[in-house]
Protein backbone atom coordinates (compact mmCIF):
# COMPACT_ATOMS: atom_id res chain seq x y z
CA UNK A 1 0.00 0.00 0.00
CA UNK A 2 0.98 2.97 -0.94
CA UNK A 3 1.70 5.97 2.41
CA UNK A 4 0.28 8.72 0.54
CA UNK A 5 -1.00 9.58 -2.24
CA UNK A 6 -1.52 13.21 -4.51
CA UNK A 7 -5.05 13.82 -5.58
CA UNK A 8 -5.06 17.15 -7.86
CA UNK A 9 -8.43 18.92 -8.94
CA UNK A 10 -8.18 19.74 -12.65
CA UNK A 11 -11.17 21.51 -13.77
CA UNK A 12 -14.31 23.29 -11.30
CA UNK A 13 -16.77 23.16 -13.51
CA UNK A 14 -16.97 22.79 -17.80
CA UNK A 15 -15.32 26.28 -19.21
CA UNK A 16 -12.62 26.27 -16.18
CA UNK A 17 -9.22 27.14 -16.63
CA UNK A 18 -8.21 25.34 -19.86
CA UNK A 19 -4.80 24.65 -19.46
CA UNK A 20 -5.64 24.19 -15.09
CA UNK A 21 -5.53 20.21 -15.73
CA UNK A 22 -1.95 20.46 -17.86
CA UNK A 23 -0.18 22.46 -14.82
CA UNK A 24 -1.43 19.89 -12.66
CA UNK A 25 0.13 16.93 -14.51
CA UNK A 26 3.00 19.11 -15.06
CA UNK A 27 4.17 21.57 -12.45
CA UNK A 28 4.71 18.57 -9.57
CA UNK A 29 4.35 14.96 -8.73
CA UNK A 30 1.07 13.90 -8.08
CA UNK A 31 -1.00 10.50 -8.79
CA UNK A 32 -4.32 11.04 -9.54
CA UNK A 33 -6.05 14.20 -11.79
CA UNK A 34 -9.91 14.47 -11.03
CA UNK A 35 -12.06 16.68 -13.47
CA UNK A 36 -15.62 17.54 -12.72
CA UNK A 37 -17.61 18.67 -15.62
CA UNK A 38 -20.99 18.41 -14.85
CA UNK A 39 -23.29 21.28 -13.85
CA UNK A 40 -27.01 20.33 -13.66
CA UNK A 41 -27.54 22.73 -16.84
CA UNK A 42 -24.66 20.99 -18.53
CA UNK A 43 -27.04 17.31 -18.42
CA UNK A 44 -29.84 18.64 -20.26
CA UNK A 45 -27.85 20.42 -22.97
CA UNK A 46 -25.68 17.31 -23.78
CA UNK A 47 -28.40 15.15 -24.01
CA UNK A 48 -29.59 17.63 -26.95
CA UNK A 49 -26.20 17.28 -28.58
CA UNK A 50 -26.36 13.54 -28.41
CA UNK A 51 -30.13 14.19 -29.82
CA UNK A 52 -28.77 15.41 -32.78
CA UNK A 53 -26.24 13.18 -33.14
CA UNK A 54 -25.53 9.82 -31.45
CA UNK A 55 -21.36 10.21 -31.31
CA UNK A 56 -22.06 13.78 -29.29
CA UNK A 57 -23.15 14.13 -25.38
CA UNK A 58 -19.81 14.52 -23.42
CA UNK A 59 -17.55 16.82 -22.95
CA UNK A 60 -15.61 17.17 -26.37
CA UNK A 61 -12.80 19.87 -24.58
CA UNK A 62 -11.40 16.63 -22.91
CA UNK A 63 -10.61 14.91 -26.37
CA UNK A 64 -8.27 18.38 -26.85
CA UNK A 65 -6.69 18.15 -22.95
CA UNK A 66 -6.34 14.40 -23.47
CA UNK A 67 -4.37 14.38 -26.57
CA UNK A 68 -2.08 17.29 -24.55
CA UNK A 69 -1.62 15.38 -21.05
CA UNK A 70 -1.96 11.60 -22.45
CA UNK A 71 1.85 11.57 -22.56
CA UNK A 72 2.39 13.19 -19.44
CA UNK A 73 0.25 10.86 -17.68
CA UNK A 74 0.95 8.13 -19.34
CA UNK A 75 4.66 8.36 -18.55
CA UNK A 76 4.19 8.92 -15.00
CA UNK A 77 1.64 6.75 -14.43
CA UNK A 78 -1.31 9.66 -13.34
CA UNK A 79 -4.26 8.21 -13.53
CA UNK A 80 -7.36 10.48 -14.58
CA UNK A 81 -10.87 10.27 -13.64
CA UNK A 82 -13.84 12.91 -15.03
CA UNK A 83 -17.12 13.02 -15.10
CA UNK A 84 -16.63 14.18 -18.47
CA UNK A 85 -18.62 11.48 -20.30
CA UNK A 86 -21.69 13.40 -19.61
CA UNK A 87 -24.53 11.23 -21.17
CA UNK A 88 -22.49 9.51 -23.46
CA UNK A 89 -19.58 8.39 -21.85
CA UNK A 90 -18.55 5.82 -24.55
CA UNK A 91 -18.36 7.64 -27.50
CA UNK A 92 -16.34 10.09 -24.63
CA UNK A 93 -13.84 7.11 -24.12
CA UNK A 94 -13.50 6.23 -28.33
CA UNK A 95 -13.15 9.49 -28.93
CA UNK A 96 -9.93 9.65 -26.45
CA UNK A 97 -8.63 5.89 -27.38
CA UNK A 98 -8.92 7.30 -31.23
CA UNK A 99 -6.45 10.45 -29.95
CA UNK A 100 -4.27 7.95 -28.32
CA UNK A 101 -3.32 6.01 -31.22
CA UNK A 102 -1.86 8.76 -32.94
CA UNK A 103 0.35 9.73 -29.94
CA UNK A 104 3.22 7.30 -28.54
CA UNK A 105 1.30 5.52 -26.20
CA UNK A 106 1.67 1.52 -25.66
CA UNK A 107 -0.83 0.88 -23.54
CA UNK A 108 -4.63 2.41 -22.26
CA UNK A 109 -7.39 1.05 -20.29
CA UNK A 110 -10.72 3.38 -20.17
CA UNK A 111 -12.40 2.63 -17.95
CA UNK A 112 -16.17 3.89 -18.57
CA UNK A 113 -19.66 3.94 -15.71
CA UNK A 114 -22.71 3.31 -17.31
CA UNK A 115 -26.18 3.00 -16.22
CA UNK A 116 -26.61 6.66 -14.39
CA UNK A 117 -29.09 7.68 -17.43
CA UNK A 118 -32.97 6.79 -16.60
CA UNK A 119 -34.87 8.75 -19.03
CA UNK A 120 -35.24 5.94 -21.50
CA UNK A 121 -36.33 3.46 -18.07
CA UNK A 122 -38.89 5.60 -16.55
CA UNK A 123 -41.71 4.09 -17.30
CA UNK A 124 -40.32 0.56 -15.75
CA UNK A 125 -39.28 3.00 -12.56
CA UNK A 126 -43.04 4.04 -12.22
CA UNK A 127 -44.43 0.55 -12.44
CA UNK A 128 -41.68 -0.62 -9.97
CA UNK A 129 -43.48 1.80 -7.24
CA UNK A 130 -40.98 4.89 -7.55
CA UNK A 131 -42.96 7.77 -8.78
CA UNK A 132 -39.54 9.90 -8.71
CA UNK A 133 -41.42 12.59 -6.40
CA UNK A 134 -40.13 16.50 -6.48
CA UNK A 135 -38.03 16.91 -3.23
CA UNK A 136 -39.16 20.17 -3.01
CA UNK A 137 -42.35 20.11 -4.50
CA UNK A 138 -43.70 16.72 -3.45
CA UNK A 139 -45.51 16.38 -7.56
CA UNK A 140 -44.93 12.69 -9.16
CA UNK A 141 -42.46 12.86 -12.57
CA UNK A 142 -45.50 11.53 -14.66
CA UNK A 143 -46.43 15.48 -14.50
CA UNK A 144 -43.49 16.71 -16.69
CA UNK A 145 -42.98 13.57 -18.30
CA UNK A 146 -43.75 14.89 -22.13
CA UNK A 147 -41.13 17.88 -21.50
CA UNK A 148 -38.62 15.97 -19.88
CA UNK A 149 -34.90 16.62 -21.44
CA UNK A 150 -32.80 14.27 -19.34
CA UNK A 151 -32.63 12.03 -15.98
CA UNK A 152 -29.77 11.07 -14.43
CA UNK A 153 -28.89 9.28 -11.11
CA UNK A 154 -26.08 10.49 -9.03
CA UNK A 155 -23.22 7.42 -8.66
CA UNK A 156 -20.86 7.40 -6.00
CA UNK A 157 -17.30 6.47 -6.00
CA UNK A 158 -18.34 2.42 -6.12
CA UNK A 159 -18.12 1.99 -9.74
CA UNK A 160 -14.77 4.21 -9.72
CA UNK A 161 -13.08 1.81 -7.58
CA UNK A 162 -14.15 -1.23 -9.56
CA UNK A 163 -13.23 0.26 -12.65
CA UNK A 164 -9.38 1.04 -11.03
CA UNK A 165 -9.35 -2.46 -9.89
CA UNK A 166 -9.95 -3.49 -13.27
CA UNK A 167 -6.40 -1.70 -14.61
CA UNK A 168 -8.46 1.55 -15.63
CA UNK A 169 -5.53 4.19 -16.69
CA UNK A 170 -8.58 6.48 -17.28
CA UNK A 171 -11.96 6.82 -15.79
CA UNK A 172 -15.09 8.27 -17.85
CA UNK A 173 -18.67 8.70 -15.89
CA UNK A 174 -21.45 10.33 -17.05
CA UNK A 175 -23.47 11.84 -13.95
CA UNK A 176 -21.62 11.12 -10.74
CA UNK A 177 -21.11 12.54 -7.37
CA UNK A 178 -18.29 15.00 -7.94
CA UNK A 179 -17.14 13.48 -4.26
CA UNK A 180 -16.71 9.96 -5.61
CA UNK A 181 -14.52 11.04 -8.07
CA UNK A 182 -11.95 11.92 -5.54
CA UNK A 183 -12.72 9.35 -2.36
CA UNK A 184 -12.75 6.39 -5.26
CA UNK A 185 -8.67 6.63 -5.31
CA UNK A 186 -8.42 6.77 -1.62
CA UNK A 187 -10.52 3.71 -1.32
CA UNK A 188 -8.46 1.86 -4.03
CA UNK A 189 -5.05 2.76 -3.15
CA UNK A 190 -5.70 1.92 0.59
CA UNK A 191 -8.21 -1.01 0.87
CA UNK A 192 -10.49 1.23 2.57
CA UNK A 193 -13.39 -0.94 3.70
CA UNK A 194 -16.83 1.34 2.28
CA UNK A 195 -18.37 0.27 5.73
CA UNK A 196 -16.01 2.27 7.41
CA UNK A 197 -17.90 5.60 7.26
CA UNK A 198 -15.24 7.82 8.89
CA UNK A 199 -13.30 7.61 6.12
CA UNK A 200 -15.89 7.69 3.55
CA UNK A 201 -16.79 10.91 4.82
CA UNK A 202 -12.91 11.97 4.94
CA UNK A 203 -12.57 11.32 1.29
CA UNK A 204 -15.69 13.01 0.36
CA UNK A 205 -14.56 16.04 2.42
CA UNK A 206 -11.68 15.92 0.54
CA UNK A 207 -13.81 15.91 -2.75
CA UNK A 208 -16.13 18.31 -1.38
CA UNK A 209 -12.70 21.08 -1.00
CA UNK A 210 -11.28 19.85 -4.68
CA UNK A 211 -15.03 19.91 -6.81
CA UNK A 212 -14.71 23.70 -7.32
CA UNK A 213 -11.06 23.75 -8.46
CA UNK A 214 -9.62 27.12 -7.53
CA UNK A 215 -12.43 28.20 -5.28
CA UNK A 216 -10.10 26.08 -2.48
CA UNK A 217 -6.98 28.20 -3.23
CA UNK A 218 -7.99 32.01 -3.04
CA UNK A 219 -10.46 32.01 -6.21
CA UNK A 220 -13.73 33.88 -5.40
CA UNK A 221 -12.36 34.00 -1.60
CA UNK A 222 -14.48 36.83 0.53
CA UNK A 223 -12.13 36.94 3.27
CA UNK A 224 -8.95 38.84 2.69
CA UNK A 225 -9.34 38.73 -0.76
CA UNK A 226 -6.66 41.38 -1.67
CA UNK A 227 -3.93 39.22 -0.03
CA UNK A 228 -4.08 36.66 -2.41
CA UNK A 229 -1.24 36.70 -4.77
CA UNK A 230 -0.46 36.09 -8.74
CA UNK A 231 -4.49 35.02 -9.68
CA UNK A 232 -2.87 34.88 -13.17
CA UNK A 233 -1.36 31.59 -12.49
CA UNK A 234 -3.70 30.18 -9.43
CA UNK A 235 -2.62 27.22 -8.64
CA UNK A 236 -5.82 24.29 -8.72
CA UNK A 237 -6.24 21.79 -5.51
CA UNK A 238 -4.23 18.75 -4.44
CA UNK A 239 -5.13 16.79 -1.74
CA UNK A 240 -2.43 14.55 -0.40
CA UNK A 241 -4.50 11.80 1.20
CA UNK A 242 -3.22 9.07 3.89
CA UNK A 243 -4.11 6.10 4.87
CA UNK A 244 -5.18 6.73 7.62
CA UNK A 245 -8.01 9.35 6.37
CA UNK A 246 -6.06 12.47 7.17
CA UNK A 247 -5.32 14.79 4.32
CA UNK A 248 -3.27 17.71 3.49
CA UNK A 249 -4.88 20.59 0.61
CA UNK A 250 -2.30 21.30 -0.79
CA UNK A 251 -1.28 23.06 -4.42
CA UNK A 252 1.78 23.47 -6.12
CA UNK A 253 4.81 25.33 -5.87
CA UNK A 254 5.35 28.34 -7.82
CA UNK A 255 1.91 28.59 -8.25
CA UNK A 256 -0.17 31.65 -7.22
CA UNK A 257 -3.27 31.71 -5.24
CA UNK A 258 -3.22 30.58 -1.43
CA UNK A 259 -4.13 27.08 0.74
CA UNK A 260 -5.20 28.46 4.12
CA UNK A 261 -8.01 27.93 6.95
CA UNK A 262 -9.69 30.94 5.69
CA UNK A 263 -9.53 29.63 1.90
CA UNK A 264 -10.59 25.98 3.08
CA UNK A 265 -13.45 27.46 5.40
CA UNK A 266 -14.87 29.43 2.67
CA UNK A 267 -15.26 26.16 0.24
CA UNK A 268 -16.54 23.62 2.91
CA UNK A 269 -19.79 26.04 3.42
CA UNK A 270 -20.00 26.50 -0.11
CA UNK A 271 -23.35 24.98 -1.56
CA UNK A 272 -24.41 22.95 1.55
CA UNK A 273 -27.28 22.21 3.45
CA UNK A 274 -26.98 20.78 6.96
CA UNK A 275 -23.92 20.63 8.13
CA UNK A 276 -24.12 17.57 10.13
CA UNK A 277 -25.73 16.12 7.23
CA UNK A 278 -23.68 15.87 4.06
CA UNK A 279 -25.33 12.76 1.93
CA UNK A 280 -23.66 11.63 -1.01
CA UNK A 281 -24.02 7.67 -2.04
CA UNK A 282 -21.31 6.61 -0.10
CA UNK A 283 -21.96 8.02 3.28
CA UNK A 284 -23.05 11.14 4.99
CA UNK A 285 -20.19 13.32 6.82
CA UNK A 286 -20.67 15.42 9.06
CA UNK A 287 -19.20 18.45 8.27
CA UNK A 288 -19.56 20.03 12.18
CA UNK A 289 -16.56 17.20 13.07
CA UNK A 290 -14.13 18.51 10.24
CA UNK A 291 -10.90 19.76 12.02
CA UNK A 292 -8.45 22.20 10.02
CA UNK A 293 -4.92 23.05 11.04
CA UNK A 294 -2.06 25.00 8.97
CA UNK A 295 0.90 22.39 8.98
CA UNK A 296 3.34 24.55 6.51
CA UNK A 297 3.16 27.19 3.84
CA UNK A 298 -0.07 26.90 1.56
CA UNK A 299 -0.94 23.14 3.66
CA UNK A 300 -4.34 22.78 5.48
CA UNK A 301 -4.49 19.60 7.52
CA UNK A 302 -8.13 17.85 7.56
CA UNK A 303 -8.40 15.54 9.99
CA UNK A 304 -11.27 13.98 12.74
CA UNK A 305 -13.87 13.93 10.09
CA UNK A 306 -16.85 11.72 11.02
CA UNK A 307 -19.45 9.66 8.90
CA UNK A 308 -22.86 7.84 9.42
CA UNK A 309 -24.24 5.03 6.59
CA UNK A 310 -25.29 5.89 3.63
CA UNK A 311 -28.78 6.11 2.73
CA UNK A 312 -31.11 3.79 0.76
CA UNK A 313 -31.63 6.37 -1.93
CA UNK A 314 -29.88 7.92 -5.26
CA UNK A 315 -30.60 11.49 -5.79
CA UNK A 316 -31.84 11.72 -9.46
CA UNK A 317 -31.33 14.84 -11.39
CA UNK A 318 -34.19 15.32 -14.13
CA UNK A 319 -34.26 18.18 -16.67
CA UNK A 320 -37.31 19.43 -18.38
CA UNK A 321 -38.63 22.08 -20.66
CA UNK A 322 -40.12 24.88 -19.56
CA UNK A 323 -40.84 27.88 -21.14
CA UNK A 324 -38.42 30.47 -22.99
CA UNK A 325 -36.72 33.57 -21.49
CA UNK A 326 -35.05 36.43 -22.86
CA UNK A 327 -33.01 39.48 -21.12
CA UNK A 328 -31.92 42.61 -23.20
CA UNK A 329 -30.32 45.56 -21.58
CA UNK A 330 -29.43 49.45 -22.63
CA UNK A 331 -26.52 51.97 -20.64
CA UNK A 332 -27.82 55.12 -20.07
CA UNK A 333 -25.08 57.66 -18.97
CA UNK A 334 -24.84 60.65 -16.43
CA UNK A 335 -26.53 62.92 -16.09
CA UNK A 336 -29.38 61.25 -14.22
CA UNK A 337 -28.39 58.09 -15.75
CA UNK A 338 -30.13 56.14 -12.99
CA UNK A 339 -33.60 58.55 -13.39
CA UNK A 340 -33.54 57.59 -17.32
CA UNK A 341 -33.01 54.01 -16.84
CA UNK A 342 -36.15 53.61 -14.77
CA UNK A 343 -37.96 55.76 -16.71
CA UNK A 344 -37.10 53.65 -19.74
CA UNK A 345 -38.58 50.57 -17.60
CA UNK A 346 -41.84 52.11 -17.09
CA UNK A 347 -42.04 52.85 -20.65
CA UNK A 348 -41.26 49.10 -21.64
CA UNK A 349 -43.95 48.05 -19.04
CA UNK A 350 -46.36 50.28 -20.73
CA UNK A 351 -45.02 49.08 -24.04
CA UNK A 352 -45.43 45.34 -22.82
CA UNK A 353 -48.82 46.01 -21.30
CA UNK A 354 -50.76 47.55 -24.51
CA UNK A 355 -49.30 44.37 -26.45
CA UNK A 356 -51.52 42.19 -24.24
CA UNK A 357 -48.92 39.28 -23.89
CA UNK A 358 -48.84 36.82 -21.63
CA UNK A 359 -45.40 36.54 -19.14
CA UNK A 360 -45.18 34.58 -16.17
CA UNK A 361 -42.21 36.81 -15.31
CA UNK A 362 -40.83 40.24 -15.94
CA UNK A 363 -37.87 41.83 -14.15
CA UNK A 364 -35.90 44.97 -14.15
CA UNK A 365 -33.10 45.65 -12.61
CA UNK A 366 -30.14 48.61 -12.74
CA UNK A 367 -26.81 47.41 -13.04
CA UNK A 368 -24.43 49.87 -11.43
CA UNK A 369 -27.42 50.04 -8.59
CA UNK A 370 -29.27 47.31 -7.14
CA UNK A 371 -28.77 44.32 -9.64
CA UNK A 372 -26.83 42.13 -7.28
CA UNK A 373 -28.05 43.14 -3.33
CA UNK A 374 -31.57 44.40 -4.97
CA UNK A 375 -33.94 46.40 -1.65
CA UNK A 376 -30.26 46.41 0.35
CA UNK A 377 -28.12 48.87 -1.80
CA UNK A 378 -28.14 51.97 -0.25
CA UNK A 379 -29.67 55.54 -2.24
CA UNK A 380 -26.95 56.94 -4.53
CA UNK A 381 -25.55 60.03 -5.36
CA UNK A 382 -27.22 59.86 -9.23
CA UNK A 383 -24.12 62.99 -9.89
CA UNK A 384 -21.32 60.50 -9.16
CA UNK A 385 -22.48 57.69 -10.95
CA UNK A 386 -21.32 58.08 -14.34
CA UNK A 387 -23.58 54.95 -15.92
CA UNK A 388 -26.68 52.42 -15.51
CA UNK A 389 -27.58 49.59 -17.51
CA UNK A 390 -31.32 48.55 -17.62
CA UNK A 391 -31.75 44.68 -17.38
CA UNK A 392 -35.15 43.58 -18.37
CA UNK A 393 -36.05 39.78 -18.86
CA UNK A 394 -39.28 38.03 -19.55
CA UNK A 395 -40.02 34.34 -19.43
CA UNK A 396 -43.42 33.06 -20.87
CA UNK A 397 -44.44 29.62 -22.00
CA UNK A 398 -45.22 30.67 -25.68
CA UNK A 399 -41.68 31.41 -27.39
CA UNK A 400 -43.58 34.06 -30.49
CA UNK A 401 -44.44 35.70 -26.77
CA UNK A 402 -41.09 35.58 -25.62
CA UNK A 403 -39.63 36.79 -29.13
CA UNK A 404 -41.74 40.07 -29.70
CA UNK A 405 -40.78 41.23 -26.36
CA UNK A 406 -36.97 41.25 -28.27
CA UNK A 407 -38.54 43.41 -30.55
CA UNK A 408 -39.48 46.71 -28.08
CA UNK A 409 -35.76 46.91 -26.63
CA UNK A 410 -34.08 48.53 -30.08
CA UNK A 411 -36.80 50.89 -30.55
CA UNK A 412 -35.73 52.88 -26.75
CA UNK A 413 -33.14 54.14 -28.29
CA UNK A 414 -34.79 56.56 -30.65
CA UNK A 415 -38.49 56.51 -28.47
CA UNK A 416 -37.43 57.07 -24.84
CA UNK A 417 -35.05 59.05 -22.37
CA UNK A 418 -31.47 60.56 -23.75
CA UNK A 419 -27.96 59.24 -23.84
CA UNK A 420 -28.55 55.44 -24.32
CA UNK A 421 -26.28 53.21 -25.71
CA UNK A 422 -24.82 49.90 -25.61
CA UNK A 423 -27.36 48.12 -27.86
CA UNK A 424 -25.42 45.53 -30.06
CA UNK A 425 -25.65 42.50 -31.09
CA UNK A 426 -29.04 42.13 -32.24
CA UNK A 427 -32.10 41.62 -30.46
CA UNK A 428 -32.77 39.28 -27.83
CA UNK A 429 -33.82 36.28 -28.84
CA UNK A 430 -35.83 33.38 -26.65
CA UNK A 431 -33.80 31.11 -24.67
CA UNK A 432 -35.03 27.52 -23.60
CA UNK A 433 -35.82 27.61 -20.15
CA UNK A 434 -34.82 24.54 -18.77
CA UNK A 435 -36.21 23.23 -14.99
CA UNK A 436 -34.82 21.05 -12.89
CA UNK A 437 -36.57 17.93 -11.22
CA UNK A 438 -34.41 16.58 -7.92
CA UNK A 439 -35.73 12.92 -6.75
CA UNK A 440 -34.60 10.25 -5.39
CA UNK A 441 -34.60 6.82 -6.42
CA UNK A 442 -33.91 3.21 -4.48
CA UNK A 443 -30.77 2.07 -5.07
CA UNK A 444 -31.89 -1.15 -5.62
CA UNK A 445 -34.18 -0.03 -8.92
CA UNK A 446 -30.38 0.70 -10.70
CA UNK A 447 -27.43 -0.81 -11.13
CA UNK A 448 -23.88 1.19 -12.30
CA UNK A 449 -22.17 -1.15 -15.07
CA UNK A 450 -18.29 -0.77 -15.94
CA UNK A 451 -16.76 -1.16 -19.07
CA UNK A 452 -12.71 -1.73 -19.86
CA UNK A 453 -12.06 -0.16 -23.53
CA UNK A 454 -8.50 -1.21 -24.87
CA UNK A 455 -6.33 0.71 -27.22
CA UNK A 456 -6.38 -1.38 -30.55
CA UNK B 1 -25.38 49.45 22.88
CA UNK B 2 -22.38 49.50 20.27
CA UNK B 3 -22.79 48.82 16.91
CA UNK B 4 -20.51 46.29 14.27
CA UNK B 5 -20.90 45.66 10.50
CA UNK B 6 -20.84 41.93 9.81
CA UNK B 7 -17.48 42.30 7.63
CA UNK B 8 -15.25 43.48 10.17
CA UNK B 9 -15.87 40.33 12.08
CA UNK B 10 -16.57 37.91 9.56
CA UNK B 11 -16.33 36.69 5.77
CA UNK B 12 -18.15 33.71 3.88
CA UNK B 13 -19.48 32.21 0.62
CA UNK B 14 -23.23 31.45 -0.96
CA UNK B 15 -24.26 29.42 -3.41
CA UNK B 16 -27.44 27.52 -4.79
CA UNK B 17 -29.41 25.18 -3.90
CA UNK B 18 -32.08 24.88 -6.26
CA UNK B 19 -34.43 28.04 -5.81
CA UNK B 20 -32.32 27.94 -2.10
CA UNK B 21 -29.62 29.99 -1.36
CA UNK B 22 -27.16 29.09 1.18
CA UNK B 23 -24.34 31.72 2.74
CA UNK B 24 -21.85 30.95 4.80
CA UNK B 25 -20.23 32.99 6.97
CA UNK B 26 -16.93 32.48 8.90
CA UNK B 27 -15.95 34.74 11.59
CA UNK B 28 -12.16 35.96 11.24
CA UNK B 29 -11.71 34.74 15.22
CA UNK B 30 -12.92 33.29 18.40
CA UNK B 31 -14.07 36.18 19.64
CA UNK B 32 -16.33 37.03 16.68
CA UNK B 33 -17.35 33.44 16.47
CA UNK B 34 -19.03 34.16 19.66
CA UNK B 35 -20.88 37.62 18.52
CA UNK B 36 -22.39 36.26 15.44
CA UNK B 37 -23.39 32.67 17.13
CA UNK B 38 -24.91 35.24 19.68
CA UNK B 39 -26.61 37.98 17.04
CA UNK B 40 -26.73 36.94 14.30
CA UNK B 41 -29.92 34.51 14.20
CA UNK B 42 -32.06 33.32 11.60
CA UNK B 43 -34.73 36.16 12.48
CA UNK B 44 -32.06 38.35 11.57
CA UNK B 45 -31.14 37.50 8.65
CA UNK B 46 -34.64 36.84 7.45
CA UNK B 47 -35.47 40.31 8.33
CA UNK B 48 -32.47 41.54 6.45
CA UNK B 49 -33.65 39.81 3.07
CA UNK B 50 -37.26 41.00 3.40
CA UNK B 51 -38.23 41.54 0.00
CA UNK B 52 -35.22 38.90 -1.45
CA UNK B 53 -36.02 35.70 0.68
CA UNK B 54 -39.63 34.61 0.18
CA UNK B 55 -39.35 31.40 2.29
CA UNK B 56 -38.21 30.42 5.62
CA UNK B 57 -34.51 30.70 6.81
CA UNK B 58 -32.60 27.89 8.22
CA UNK B 59 -29.71 28.42 10.57
CA UNK B 60 -27.15 25.73 11.26
CA UNK B 61 -23.77 26.13 13.48
CA UNK B 62 -20.10 24.92 11.96
CA UNK B 63 -18.04 25.82 15.59
CA UNK B 64 -15.39 23.67 14.28
CA UNK B 65 -14.66 26.34 11.36
CA UNK B 66 -16.05 29.32 13.42
CA UNK B 67 -18.97 29.22 10.88
CA UNK B 68 -22.84 29.27 10.39
CA UNK B 69 -24.31 27.84 7.61
CA UNK B 70 -27.81 29.82 6.32
CA UNK B 71 -30.73 28.56 4.23
CA UNK B 72 -32.76 31.19 2.77
CA UNK B 73 -35.91 29.74 0.97
CA UNK B 74 -37.60 30.70 -1.78
CA UNK B 75 -34.74 33.16 -3.23
CA UNK B 76 -33.25 32.50 -6.25
CA UNK B 77 -36.66 33.71 -8.38
CA UNK B 78 -36.91 30.19 -9.41
CA UNK B 79 -33.61 28.93 -9.20
CA UNK B 80 -31.12 27.83 -12.25
CA UNK B 81 -32.09 28.78 -15.48
CA UNK B 82 -35.57 29.48 -14.55
CA UNK B 83 -34.18 32.57 -12.67
CA UNK B 84 -34.18 36.00 -14.59
CA UNK B 85 -32.18 37.17 -11.83
CA UNK B 86 -28.45 38.55 -12.80
CA UNK B 87 -27.38 36.73 -9.87
CA UNK B 88 -29.45 33.44 -10.37
CA UNK B 89 -27.17 31.50 -8.49
CA UNK B 90 -27.08 33.66 -5.22
CA UNK B 91 -23.07 33.99 -5.81
CA UNK B 92 -23.36 37.81 -4.16
CA UNK B 93 -25.59 37.11 -1.29
CA UNK B 94 -23.09 36.63 1.41
CA UNK B 95 -21.68 40.19 0.40
CA UNK B 96 -25.35 40.97 1.03
CA UNK B 97 -25.12 40.01 4.48
CA UNK B 98 -22.12 41.12 5.60
CA UNK B 99 -23.59 44.76 4.95
CA UNK B 100 -25.24 43.75 7.87
CA UNK B 101 -25.25 46.10 11.58
CA UNK B 102 -25.21 44.12 14.49
CA UNK B 103 -25.86 46.00 17.58
CA UNK B 104 -24.00 44.61 20.15
CA UNK B 105 -25.51 45.04 24.19
CA UNK B 106 -22.61 46.70 26.39
Redesign the interface.
Same mark, same amino acid.
Given at each position: MKEKIRIASGQGFWGDLIDAPYHQVTKGEIDYLVMDYLA @??TMSILQKQKNRNPNLGYATDLIDLMKKILPITSKKGIKVITNGGGVNPVACADAIIEAAMGLDIKKLDVAVVLGDGIKDSLDDIIQKGCDLKNM @?TGEPIITVKDKLLSANVYFGAAPIVEALKKGADIVITGRTTDTGLTLAPMIYEFGWDMKDYDLMAAGTVAGHILECGAQSTGG?????WESIENFAEIGFPIAEAYPNGEVIITKHENTGGKVS??TI? @??? $????????DYITPDCIAD? #?????EEVGKDRVKVFNVKGKPETEFYKVSCSFH?GY?A?GTLTYSWPQALTKAKKADRILRKRLEKLELQFD @?I?S?F $?GYN? #?????APELDEDKINEIVL?F???AKDRNTVNRFGQEIAPLILTGPPSVTGFAGGRPKP??????W?ALIPKKLVEPKVKILELK | MSKIQLRKIA???S?????AA?I?? %?A !?DDNGYKIIEKHLTAEKVKK? !??? %?CHGKV?R????? %?? +?L?F?LHKTL??????S????AQG??L +?? +?L??MELELAD
Open positions: @EV @ENFLGDFDA @EQL $VYEIGDPKF #TSIKLDST @ERE $VA #THENLRSVRKDVVAYP | HGRGDKGDNGI %I !FH !FEG %IEYELRN %IR +ANIGGGGTVLKHDKT +AA +ALR
